[in-house]
């Protein structure tokens, strides 16, 4: 009855004479005769069950001599019971539960018996016959793994060809990247970007198809996908918004460009294409419809504008600058339309602008998704945070004006556009006047960071060789206007018009002249009797202000006069005080009479002096003059 | 100049010297070409002549003109043969004697000829009997001359100016390439580390404001000041130069509404608009590529003189306000508060 | 946000105070000043009805802080609320009671100048004239010691020597951080004035 796992051996505690030796490598000792085991040996040898045995017939397994008497007595009764044999059976299994019963709680009361394991060596096998059975069993393994393998390739294959399987696995991917639903039969999905903020009217419900249901018709297609998606017909094909900006010659706005422009990369959506692809197609097609009709609602409701804006069929039209004119217009190609040369138009698509209304338009649907949750739960809804806020904080009327404004689209992106212009005109001014004027020199440096609507450039003007003398300007770029800073504080205000970008620049190249022709002055010693960035006193020109210098040499003997003018240039002007008496020969007074000037200021050729730019000539001039 | 005519003389008596040795070697070899006949009476006056014409050269040449006069009455004593050889040797020993005699002569003279300086090839010039005639030689000897003596004025000056402060460029070119070498570039593209050391010290320097950091867009910092209680500034440098300056009122915030930095708004008040300006110039002003956490240090103590912005009146004309508005300029050397319209 | 002063602009004898007003509004267009709307600042007392000893529990509106409340009490303690504050109050009837005609409010026009907001406003309590109140307000200024010489000057320009010393509610607290309350509490120190004054000046009824 012991259990094949853990064997356990029932001893004395004094090892005494084996009684029995099982089949199992148990010992059975024979207890010590102690005067209590004795008392209970005997005490086992009475039989407490005789009377009841005797009335049941029923053998003990102590009592071998009973048991003779009931086999003896067996014959007799066999048909009066019929269960005879089951109910030996049972008697022989109580006693020995009995008696098991009994051993365990011998061990369990440790005072006459201690059980402990003995260790026995396993049985030995044979090197050869445990191989043998060990290739077998490793054999029948090998035989349920292949066995395995077979089935998950025939399951493999059967998903292959059959296209019930392959629906449903494509379905389980549709269902991943979008929304699903099951009315009745049919399935239903939805494509619009209504969950994710929009408030569009149109909706973009697609239904999903199973491919083999078409081919069961009788063609057989080879499909790529056995999934297919009907898209409602007005979103079928391919559309984006084209963002231009042109510069009209005349103010009447080109009405008949308004026709159907498609880049040949953007091709029609060939019908079989994987249904992903058609989706998101659609999508975009849906998105761009949102986008314009929200442009072309505020293109009517915004009246304020200057020039009103314009939208004629799938084009919309406004006045960014005089002459310049943005147009936004709806492409949507649907593959049924006749063909349009477009070959001789080329494209003048601005990805830029295009992709800011995308961006604007993802926002708005951003802000109308997210809306914090009402704070106390009573409060009113759709408030942010911070307008919750704006009571206990008590702020001001003005904060929170400036918090409820909420610019519309067209306006956004029409700020956008006029930034965009304005900057690359400015830029288109600076680089030109850095490439034709070559005596100051003009550097400009970009800011490395701009916004959407402010970018800020800086520009020195220096001369070569004396560079650190500087004149130095910053352009703020904002949206219809540049701000200039100079150096020493002032500031001014530039519209768009890019001539006044050039004059000032112009102005600027002729104060560095003189700031120049001071600064030289300082260093050789010179008096500056009076210097003007911008003096009225002069020639009447076509634009711009002379800058003027009037200095005395450190001897006091010479005066020098210097205009610079945007028009008529540079001029110098050299007068001696007194007559010195000593002749020179300087390489810039080129006649023997300069050395007896006196009286009238005479005009010097700057352009025969000696020198890479203006500013070094004069410096030399200068030298020179300080010495007589 | 004396030295010079004397040197010249002497040239000259030794090309004489010489001209006299070659004479006198041709005489050796003429009388000895023609051989015994021509000679007879010659060693009495030989002798003679000998002995006379040692010393001077004039005399000498005197001598050989006698010489040529005896010529004529060589036949007269012909039958003596044995005088005549021995006359023959005795006069050929006496020319030769001339010749070494006159040859220590020209040794004596051409010792006295101090060495010219030697002007490398320019001296094979002279040699050339072409150029002779020409000026170059000297031309160029006086031009050599010339540069020898601006490069010195030339040192001195730079050793001058080299000490002069107002300097008119900082360019490589006409300065010591070697000092730039290494910081040229280094105010646009400092490490992040320069940077931020160089901020943490800006903000030891000024305990009155508070500086804070970040990399919103990676490389280029956005340094936000806070000054007293007055104003808040922010600051973006590219490397170390100033690229972008904004200032707004203590109340109002660099933030936007999800938190991140917004550099592009402007403030509503007129004032610290006024201010924002100002400080744009004042970032042309306080420029050096050449010294950038200079020009950033000098640029944030003007900003700091704004900490006064409302509390001072203006150093020109004595009040507060001036068109409603505080004297929102600060000088740009002594940080004095003026008004817009006071300060020129 | 900035740091204001309220001062009370004596009316001479014989002369209407809408004269008066009218002749300061003339004197700050003159001096640049812009018209930008008007305003309303009102105060309404509630008294405890609880308390064996009164306690007033004053509500203040200003049209500069459209979101706020303002609820002062007697020690000086204010508390900036929402709107929703007010009715907030109509279930405190059974604490507090509001007394009747006490309701004040200081009218009139906001003018802008630069960076100053000018608020001259007529009072009238329960319906009836009382007095002028002048308020400057310079916006970027957050503290009232740095910017009180800045505002005296435009102050005297304007009112003359009424404007020689920081309001009396300011003076504590000329260094702190300027706050929207305490443009209130002077408010509400001038209005317990008028009020104290119309008390002494009609006591029969």
Redesign the interface.
């Known amino acids: 009855m012991a259990a094949p796992s853990v064997n356990i051996s029932v001893e004395s505690a004094i090892e005494h004479q084996i009684q029995e030796v099982r089949y199992d490598g148990q010992e059975i000792y024979v207890a010590p005769l102690s005067m209590s085991e004795n008392l209970s040996k005997l005490a086992h040898k009475i039989d407490f069950y005789k009377d009841e045995s005797e009335e049941k017939g029923k053998p003990t397994s102590e009592g071998e001599k009973e048991s003779d008497e009931e086999k003896v007595l067996a014959p007799f009764q066999p048909s009066l019971w019929p269960w005879d044999s089951v109910r030996n059976k049972l008697k022989a299994a109580y006693t020995e539960i009995s008696v098991l019963y009994d051993v365990l709680n011998i061990v369990k009361e440790k005072h006459y018996m201690v059980t402990d394991p003995v260790n026995q060596d396993g049985p030995e096998l044979k090197a050869p016959l445990q191989m043998l059975a060990k290739k077998r069993s490793l054999v029948a393994a090998a035989h349920i793994l292949s066995n395995g393998a077979e089935r998950l390739k025939r399951v493999q294959n059967e998903m292959a060809s059959v296209t019930q399987e392959n629906f449903l696995m494509e379905l389980l991917k549709l269902r991943k990247n979008w929304r699903l639903k099951k009315v009745h039969n049919t399935i239903l999905g939805e494509l619009s970007y209504k969950s994710a903020g929009s408030r569009f009217w149109q909706g973009g419900t697609f239904e999903v198809l199973k491919t083999s249901d078409l081919a069961a018709e009788g063609e057989i297609v080879p499909r790529k996908s056995s999934l297919d998606v009907i898209i409602p017909s007005e979103l079928e094909g391919v559309a984006y918004i084209l963002v231009e900006v042109k510069s009209v010659v005349s103010d009447l706005m080109n009405i008949t460009s308004a026709t159907l422009k498609m880049p040949s990369s953007l091709g029609p959506v060939s019908a079989d294409t994987y249904w992903q692809l058609k989706l998101e197609t659609a999508q975009n097609v849906l998105f761009c419809k949102e986008l314009f009709a929200q442009l072309a609602r505020e293109a009517v409701q915004i009246k304020k504008a200057s020039t009103p804006h314009m939208v004629v069929g799938n084009q919309i039209l406004t006045n960014v600058f005089p002459g310049v004119q943005l147009s936004i217009v709806l492409c949507h190609h649907t593959g049924k339309e006749k063909k349009v040369n477009l070959s001789s138009e080329k494209l003048e698509h601005n990805h830029v602008l295009e992709h800011s209304l995308h961006q604007l338009l993802r926002e708005v649907h951003d802000r109308n998704l997210k809306c914090s949750a009402p704070h106390p739960v009573n409060a009113m809804l759709g408030m942010t945070r911070k307008r919750r806020l704006a009571g206990p904080r008590a702020m001001s009327r003005q904060e929170l004006m400036e918090m409820g404004e909420n610019e519309s689209l067209l306006e956004q992106i029409l700020k956008q556009t006029k930034h965009a212009v304005l900057r690359i005109r400015s830029m288109h001014v600076i680089d030109q006047m850095a490439v034709s004027i070559q005596d100051p020199q003009l550097c400009a440096h970009w800011s490395c960071l701009n916004s959407s609507l402010e970018s800020s450039v800086r520009v020195s003007v220096t001369s070569y060789g004396y560079e650190s003398i500087r004149t130095s300007l910053v352009l703020t770029i904002g949206i219809d206007l540049i701000r200039v800073v100079m150096k020493d504080g002032r500031v001014c205000t530039l519209s768009f018009e890019e001539t006044e970008l050039r004059d000032l620049l112009q102005w600027q190249i002729c104060q560095h002249h003189t700031h120049s022709i001071q600064h030289l002055a300082k260093v050789q010693g010179w008096q500056v009797l009076s210097g003007i960035v911008s003096s009225g006193f002069g020639d009447m020109e076509a634009y711009g202000t002379t800058s003027n210098v009037l200095m005395a040499s450190p001897r006091s003997n010479v005066i020098v006069s210097f205009h610079s003018n945007p028009v008529s240039g540079s001029k110098l002007w050299v007068k001696k005080v007194e007559p010195s008496i000593e002749t020179h020969h300087s390489p810039a007074v080129t006649a023997n009479k300069w050395a007896s000037l006196s009286g009238e200021f005479q005009e010097v050729n700057l352009q025969l002096l000696e020198g890479r730019n203006l500013v070094g000539k004069i410096d030399m001039l200068m030298a020179r003059l300080s010495l007589s | 100049m004396n030295k010079d005519t004397t040197q010249a003389e002497l040239i000259f008596q030794s090309i004489h010297l010489i001209q006299k040795l070659r004479h006198d070697v041709g005489q050796v070899f003429k009388d000895l070409s023609d051989g015994i006949s021509e000679y007879i009476e010659e060693p009495a006056e030989k002798d003679e002549n000998d002995g006379g014409s040692n010393k001077d050269v004039s005399k000498d040449k005197a001598a050989t003109q006698d010489q040529k006069d005896t010529t004529g009455p060589s036949h007269e004593k012909s039958e003596e043969h044995h005088e005549k050889h021995r006359a023959i040797l005795k006069t050929l020993k006496k020319s030769l004697e001339t010749i070494s005699h006159d040859f220590s002569d020209l040794e004596k003279t051409g010792a006295n000829i101090g060495p010219v300086q030697m002007f490398s090839n320019i001296d094979n010039l002279s040699l050339d009997p072409v150029d002779k005639n020409t000026v170059t030689h000297s031309q160029l000897l006086q031009s050599y001359k010339w540069t020898n003596k601006m490069h010195e004025l030339s040192d001195q000056a730079v050793t001058i100016l080299g000490q ?1 402060t ?6 490589p070119k ?1 300065t010591n390439v070697k000092k730039l070498k290494g910081n040229t570039l280094s105010a646009w593209v400092a490490p992040q580390q320069t940077v931020d050391q160089c901020l943490s010290v800006l903000n030891q320097d000024h305990p009155g404001s508070n500086f804070t950091w970040s990399r919103p ?1 990676g ?2 910092a956005a340094l936000q000041i806070e000054i007293g ?2 104003l808040k500034a922010v600051v ?1 440098l ?1 490397g170390l130069t100033i ?2 300056v904004k200032i707004k ?3 109002e915030t660099f933030k936007t ?1 999800d938190g991140q930095i917004d ?2 708004s402007s403030s ?5 608009q006024k201010l924002t ?2 400080a ?6 306080y ?1 050096a590529p050449t010294k950038p956490d200079l020009a950033i240090k000098s640029f944030v103590m003007w900003l700091h003189g704004f900490s ?4 001072v ?1 203006c150093q020109k004309c004595g ?3 001036q ?4 004297p929102t ?1 600060r000088d740009y050397r002594n940080r004095k508060p003026f008004h ?1 319209v006071c ?1 020129m | 946000m900035g740091v204001s002063c309220v001062y009370m602009y004596p009316v001479p004898e014989g002369r209407s105070g809408a004269h008066v007003v009218e002749v300061l509004q003339k004197q700050v267009e003159t001096i640049g000043g812009v018209k930008m709307g008007s305003f309303v600042v009102d105060c309404e007392s509630y008294l405890s009805i609880m308390l064996s000893v009164s306690k007033t529990l004053q509500i203040l509106h200003n049209t500069e802080y459209p979101a706020s409340c303002f609820a002062v009490l007697d020690s000086g303690a204010t508390l900036v609320a929402d709107t929703l504050f007010n009715g907030l109050l109509s279930h405190l009837k059974a604490y507090y009671q509001a007394r009747k005609g006490s309701k004040i409010e200081s009218k009139g026009n906001r003018y802008q100048l630069a960076d100053f907001v000018i608020k001259i406003g007529s009072v009238t309590l329960s319906g009836s004239f009382k007095g002028i109140l002048v308020e400057v307000e310079y916006c970027p200024s957050v503290i009232a010691s740095e910017c009180w010489n800045l505002m005296k000057e435009l102050l005297q320009s304007l009112i003359g020597n009424i404007a020689e010393s920081p309001p009396p509610s300011l003076k504590m607290k000329m260094d702190e951080i300027y706050t929207p309350a305490m443009t209130m509490l002077q408010y509400l120190e001038h209005f317990n004035n008028f009020r104290k004054a119309a008390a002494v000046s009609q006591p029969p009824r």
Not at chain 2, 166 to 171: A, E, G, I
Not at chain 2, 308 to 311: A, D, K, P, R, Y
Not at chain 2, 323 to 326: A, D, E, F
Request: proline share 4%; with cysteine.
């Open positions: 002069n107002l300097k008119r460029t900082q360019s006409f867009l490389g280029c209680k007055t973006v590219r690229e972008w009122g203590f109340d509404d550099i592009w509503r008040y007129q004032v610290f300006h100002h744009e110039a004042a970032s042309l002003h420029y006064n912005l409302f509390s009146p009040k507060y306000l068109n409603n508005m505080p300029w817009d300060r």
